[in-house]
Antibody
Framework: EVQLVESGGGLVQPGGSLRLSCAASAFTLSDFDVNWVRQAPGKGLEWVSHISSSSSGIYYADSVKGRFTISRDNAKNSLYLQMNSLRAEDTAVYYCATGNSYFYHMGVWGKGTTVTVSS | VLTQSPGTLSLSPGERATLSCRAS???????LAWYQQKPGQAPRLLIYGASSRAAGIPDRFSGSGSGSDFTLTISRLEPEDFAVYYC?????????FGQGTKVEI
């Protein structure tokens, strides 16, 4: 079954750091662009970051620019989101999702990993 | 900015649902998608390119529109269709979601 699996979420204090991972199974993640999307408790979806298949195109939402870094290791079929200087408002479920370089939609989604920023 | 309306749609199984997504400026139709999300689950892609159904999506779901006005129509609601629906657009290296429409029984 084609799927994405996120990991690395948890409880962190404000100002702290976390590194999320996204792994693919039953398909080659390096063939796809990938996005991170988050959802705060009881709220809607918010796009966070995008990385192209070759890592040549990297983009961030203004809300995380300068604090979050997206990267990928195609040899490990994996993707990462390094989150620094975390704030309470970063508390959310974080999803990774494959992107499409023609229509820019998000096709395959993981189940998400929960990040809680609290003292 | 994408604005979805209504915020909540109260309908019965078998009825037709019409969900609206309006962009603050004209967007490329190819870059408009719709997703369904049920409680505790990840979003699922329904429609991409404004009107193309994703793989495995029943034909009771259809998308239409152009410019700044887009619509998701569910022709006959099934019990499993009660969920939150989001539109999403791409432009200028940014991806944006609408705030969602909840379809409830």
């Amino acid at each position: 079954e084609v799927q994405l699996v996120e990991s690395g979420g948890g409880l962190v204090q404000p100002g702290g750091s976390l590194r999320l991972s996204c792994a693919a199974s039953a398909f080659t993640l390096s063939d796809f662009d990938v996005n991170w999307v988050r959802q705060a408790p009881g709220k809607g979806l918010e796009w966070v970051s995008h990385i192209s298949s070759s890592s040549s195109g990297i983009y961030y939402a203004d809300s995380v620019k300068g604090r979050f870094t997206i990267s990928r290791d195609n040899a490990k079929n994996s993707l990462y989101l390094q989150m620094n200087s975390l704030r309470a408002e970063d508390t959310a479920v974080y999803y990774c999702a494959t992107g499409n370089s023609y229509f820019y939609h998000m096709g395959v989604w993981g189940k998400g990993t929960t990040v809680t920023v609290s003292s | 900015v994408l604005t979805q309306s209504p915020g909540t749609l109260s309908l019965s199984p078998g009825e037709r649902a019409t969900l609206s997504c309006r962009a603050s400026q004209s967007i490329t139709s190819s870059y408009l998608a719709w997703y369904q999300q049920k409680p505790g689950q990840a979003p699922r892609l329904l429609i991409y390119g404004a009107s193309s159904r994703a793989a495995g999506i029943p034909d009771r779901f259809s998308g239409s529109g152009s410019g700044s006005d887009f619509t998701l129509t569910i022709s006959r609601l099934e019990p499993e269709d009660f969920a939150v629906y989001y539109c999403q657009q791409y432009g200028s290296s940014l991806w944006t979601f609408g705030q969602g429409t909840k379809v409830e029984i």
